[in-house]
């Protein structure tokens, strides 16, 4: 088993929970860290004994030393610094949303292809079991024609960032300048990627849409003058051969519930489940005239499973599945970024559709996507620019 040495880009809170999953993987070993945080910095480096700190990423890139880079920043810096990176030799693997925009993230995407360099975004829900077996169930016709599914996430009232103020959540989370967009790619990455995960990547055609900023603001919030987002998104979304997916993602809504994601065949449709925070699985079909609903023991059948096969450990984290590859443990992975590079092809056609007032083409969110990506960053070390 071959040990994979891993280099931080961002000290901030998604880093803790990357570090708390590579403490779980035995032939990880992260050797380095570059925050332009000098202080928030050497105290991430203390606390998760990371001998190597830089508050420059060219210097840190320059080290031989390192087969991968995790790039824990905000949306619009995932771009230039994933750039560098795999310009630099490393394999990247790369927080969610993949980027700030369509465009960006095809970048980054044909980019990996350019250098040989492997790229993985984090879409944590493809590696639940339900998701494995709800894609299984779909691929083995047991849904019959599969025709429309519903990608759902909800919070009452949680805007990172203002509702839960910092150190929980930045307030960059709500700017423009590094966010871009809100709910649909904080939240809505994780459920539409599982939902098209599922549906076999089906081909965009066409995306309808709106998103909102319509809760007030208690201005005696810190972050109150820095809500730049927008707190919902809804779409509509028809791909090919008729398939249709509908999806609505909030940060903050005046309602008590809106359910959860669903895929509805014509043998029979599947209810996504949460119980006692375990996800779960509801098989609905018929037999004989009368409706059966199974619950699919999502959670015992898997570990079932992977004691048969244990192999499936490895798919049950996009980290580990991702080292796991690296290290020549398994020779297959999920591809996250071209998951990750359509999920951003939907969301971009709803940012699309409700700036212009009407629906939009897959080749109208190709032409009209535009960077959003940062091209500098003053530090107190100087500019740094990046070549994009």
Same mark, same amino acid.
């Given at each position: 088993?071959?040990?994979?040495?891993?280099?931080?880009?961002?000290?901030?809170?998604?880093?803790?929970?990357?570090?708390?999953?590579?403490?779980?993987?035995?032939? =990880?070993?992260?050797?380095?860290?570059?925050?332009?945080?000098?202080?928030?910095?050497?105290?991430?480096?203390?606390?998760?004994? =990371?001998?190597? @700190?830089?508050?420059?990423?060219?210097?840190?890139?320059?080290?031989?030393?390192?087969?991968?880079?995790?790039?824990?920043?905000?949306?619009?810096?995932?771009?230039?610094?994933?750039?560098? =990176?795999?310009?630099?030799?490393?394999?990247?693997?790369?927080?969610?949303?993949? @980027?700030?925009?369509?465009?960006?993230?095809?970048?980054?995407?044909?980019?990996?292809?350019?250098?040989?360099?492997?790229?993985?975004?984090?879409?944590?829900?493809?590696?639940?079991?339900?998701?494995?077996?709800?894609?299984?169930?779909?691929?083995?016709?047991?849904?019959?024609?599969?025709?429309?599914?519903?990608?759902?996430?909800?919070?009452?009232?949680?805007?990172?960032?203002?509702?839960?103020?910092?150190?929980?959540?930045?307030?960059?989370?709500?700017?423009?300048?590094?966010?871009?967009?809100? @709910?649909?790619?904080?939240?809505?990455?994780?459920?539409?990627?599982?939902?098209?995960?599922?549906?076999?990547?089906?081909?965009?055609?066409?995306?309808?849409?709106?998103?909102?900023?319509?809760?007030?603001?208690?201005?005696?919030?810190?972050?109150?003058?820095?809500?730049?987002?927008?707190?919902?998104?809804?779409?509509?979304?028809?791909?090919?051969?008729?398939?249709?997916?509908?999806?609505?993602?909030?940060?903050?809504?005046?309602?008590?519930?809106?359910?959860?994601?669903?895929?509805?065949?014509?043998?029979?449709?599947?209810?996504?489940?949460?119980?006692?925070?375990?996800?779960?699985?509801?098989?609905?079909?018929?037999?004989?005239?009368?409706?059966?609903?199974?619950?699919?023991?999502?959670?015992?059948?898997?570990?079932?499973?992977?004691? =048969?096969?244990?192999?499936?450990?490895?798919?049950?984290?996009?980290?580990?599945?991702?080292?796991?590859?690296?290290?020549?443990?398994?020779?297959?992975?999920?591809?996250?970024?071209?998951?990750?590079?359509?999920?951003?092809?939907?969301?971009?056609?709803?940012?699309?559709?409700?700036?212009?007032?009407?629906?939009?083409?897959?080749?109208?969110?190709?032409?009209?996507?535009?960077?959003?990506?940062?091209?500098?960053?003053?530090?107190?070390?100087?500019?740094?620019?990046?070549?994009?």
């Amino acid at each position: 088993m071959k040990d994979i040495r891993v280099a931080i880009i961002g000290t901030g809170v998604v880093s803790r929970q990357h570090m708390e999953r590579y403490r779980k993987i035995p032939n =990880v070993k992260v050797i380095a860290a570059c925050d332009i945080n000098k202080g928030k910095l050497e105290a991430w480096c203390k606390e998760w004994d =990371v001998e190597n @700190a830089y508050t420059d990423f060219r210097a840190m890139l320059q080290r031989d030393d390192i087969d991968a880079v995790d790039v824990c920043l905000h949306n619009n810096l995932h771009l230039p610094m994933a750039l560098e =990176v795999m310009k630099a030799g490393k394999h990247c693997y790369c927080e969610k949303p993949m @980027a700030g925009s369509y465009i960006d993230a095809k970048t980054m995407y044909e980019t990996s292809k350019k250098y040989n360099k492997e790229l993985s975004i984090h879409l944590d829900f493809i590696f639940h079991p339900q998701t494995r077996l709800a894609r299984e169930m779909v691929e083995a016709d047991d849904l019959g024609h599969v025709y429309h599914a519903r990608s759902v996430g909800y919070r009452r009232k949680m805007r990172p960032g203002l509702d839960v103020p910092p150190p929980a959540f930045s307030m960059d989370f709500i700017t423009k300048k590094y966010a871009e967009h809100g @709910a649909l790619y904080d939240m809505g990455v994780y459920h539409i990627s599982q939902m098209l995960y599922i549906l076999g990547a089906p081909e965009l055609e066409r995306v309808s849409g709106s998103v909102y900023q319509e809760l007030p603001i208690d201005p005696r919030l810190p972050g109150a003058n820095r809500m730049e987002v927008e707190e919902m998104g809804v779409g509509f979304a028809k791909y090919k051969g008729g398939l249709t997916l509908d999806i609505i993602e909030t940060w903050a809504i005046h309602m008590d519930d809106l359910g959860t994601g669903f895929v509805a065949g014509s043998k029979g449709g599947l209810r996504f489940t949460r119980n006692s925070g375990q996800s779960g699985l509801k098989f609905i079909t018929e037999v004989r005239g009368r409706t059966i609903e199974s619950d699919l023991q999502v959670a015992a059948n898997a570990s079932a499973e992977t004691f =048969v096969n244990p192999d499936l450990r490895f798919f049950a984290d996009d980290q580990a599945n991702w080292i796991a590859y690296l290290s020549g443990e398994i020779s297959q992975r999920y591809d996250t970024a071209w998951l990750a590079l359509q999920t951003m092809k939907v969301s971009e056609g709803i940012f699309l559709s409700s700036k212009l007032g009407r629906e939009v083409t897959a080749d109208e969110i190709e032409s009209l996507s535009v960077s959003s990506a940062i091209r500098s960053q003053e530090t107190e070390w100087g500019t740094f620019r990046y070549d994009i």
